[in-house]
Each structure stands twice: as structure tokens, then as C-alpha cells.
């Protein structure tokens, strides 16, 4: 479904707000591609970068597939971006990486709040300027499991999640069912696989979500290889 940067109004049900991780961004129409192409930084009020993006070079007038990516702790907005870049020409993905507000993300530090809030604020900006039709949400690490988080929660604005060696997943409320791929290498030692992936997997399996889940040898990382098997697993070409 096409997205643009409209919003809902505020919500009022307590459990609805960005205290707990949902979202305002809604579905909507398409709109015309800005000019702006390649690395596209956003700053804050203050003249502080808070996201970062990679748009690609449109294509007559398709729009784009966009993929939020979350960094892990103490990462940038352009580690985050490296995660998907080498399949981001090829598959027309438009990238968006955000900065938290602290070292790492808000539900981790103190609950959600300050990051759902920028969150919100980046893509409204950026849906606003490019056309997009499907919008998904990844991350690395604790990025992977505040976007797991986020994206159960706001089920019903992302169409999967792609989980980079998670360490949990902690939704407060859940709407819709996006599918889910998890990724985590068997020799991980900042979040070792038996702890987290192997007990995380069956759980969200459990609960009904539809989960592909691949363990490669390695340790904290993302292999473009594993990159890649998501791409396949999400049905399109790479």
C-alpha cells in the first residue's frame, strides 16, 4: 500500500501513544520523488543530525520499497545504512537510519518515548518527499531488538522485520502480523545465540508470526551473504 507522511490523530487510548512504541505515520497516497538522491541527512531543531538516508536514483515514476534500519549500541545512522547498501540499488530500497537520542534506544535505557518520537518525525519528512509503497523496519544487535519491538508493535505500518542478531523483542501492545526474519551467528559473545535467537525464535512462532530464522558461523555480525538471504526470503530478486 502506498505511504506518505500523513498521520492519525493522537490516540486515546493510553496504550497508544509514543510512551508505548507506536507510531503516528500512516498509510496513504504516493507523491512526487524529490530531487534529492544518494546520502540525504536530516537534522533536528537544533541543527543536530538525527537521521540519516540512501535514496536511490528513481526509475521512471516506481516508487520506492523503504527499510528503517536501527544502529546498535553506541553505532551511527551510517553504520546502520551499511547494513542494506549493497542491495539498496538493485532493489530499489530506500534507507533511512536514525540516530538515537541516547547511546542506545529508549526502550533499553529508560522506556519508549524520545526515540518512537523521532522515529515518527524522519519518516513523516521523508514520506512526504518520495514515493514509497511498502515500508519495512531491521536493525543490528540492540537495534535488532528495539526494531523488533517497534515493529510488532506498529504491525499494522511495517510489512516485516528484519532482525540482525537480536537480543530480545519487548511489545507492549501488537497490531497486525508482519513477518519476521531473524539472523544470528553461532559464535556470538556480546548476545551468545542459546539466550536470545533460539528462545526468541520459537516464542514469536508461537505467538503466530511467520519467522524464518538462519544461523551462520560467525559472531557479532551481519554477513552480506545473510543480507541477501533476507532479501530472497522477502520474495524479491538479488
Known amino acids: 500500500m502506498p505511504i506518505t507522511g ?3 490523530p493522537p490516540h486515546r487510548q493510553p496504550e497508544e501513544n509514543s510512551r508505548h512504541g507506536r ?3 500512516r498509510p496513504g497516497r504516493l507523491v512526487a520523488a524529490s530531487a534529492r538522491t544518494g546520502l540525504v541527512p536530516f537534522d533536528g531543531q537544533d541543527g543536530e543530525p538525527i537521521a540519516l538516508a540512501y535514496v536511490p536514483q528513481p526509475v521512471g515514476d516506481h516508487p520506492y520499497r523503504l527499510v528503517l534500519l536501527l544502529h546498535g549500541a553506541g553505532g551511527s545512522p551510517r553504520a546502520a545504512l551499511e547494513l542494506m547498501l549493497p542491495v539498496a540499488d538493485e532493489q530499489r ?3 533511512v537510519a536514525p540516530q538515537s537520542t541516547a547511546a542506545t534506544w529508549d526502550l533499553i535505557n529508560s522506556g519508549f518515548g524520545p526515540d518512537v518520537r523521532r522515529i515518527d518525525r524522519v519518516l513523516q519528512e521523508i514520506l512526504a518527499g518520495y514515493p514509497v509503497a511498502g515500508m519495512l523496519i531491521g536493525g543490528f544487535s540492540d537495534g535488532a ?13 511495517f510489512d516485516a522485520v528484519l532482525a540482525f542478531s537480536p537480543g530480545f523483542a519487548a511489545p507492549l501492545v501488537t497490531h497486525g502480523r508482519p513477518r519476521v526474519y531473524v539472523s544470528h551467528g553461532t559464535g556470538d559473545a556480546v548476545l551468545p545465540v542459546d539466550p536470545c535467537s533460539r528462545r526468541l525464535v520459537p516464542r514469536l512462532r508461537m505467538l503466530g508470526y511467520d519467522v524464518a530464522y538462519d544461523e551462520f558461523d560467525g559472531g557479532h555480525e551481519v554477513p552480506e551473504s ?3 538471504r533476507a532479501v530472497r526470503w522477502l520474495g524479491w530478486r538479488a
Open 6 to 8: 500523513e498521520t492519525v
Open 145 to 157: 531488538s528495539y526494531a523488533l519491538s517497534i515493529g510488532l508493535i506498529n504491525g499494522d505500518v
Open 93 to 95: 530500497l530506500l534507507l
Open 23 to 25: 507510531l503516528m505515520v
Open 226 to 228: 545473510i543480507v541477501r
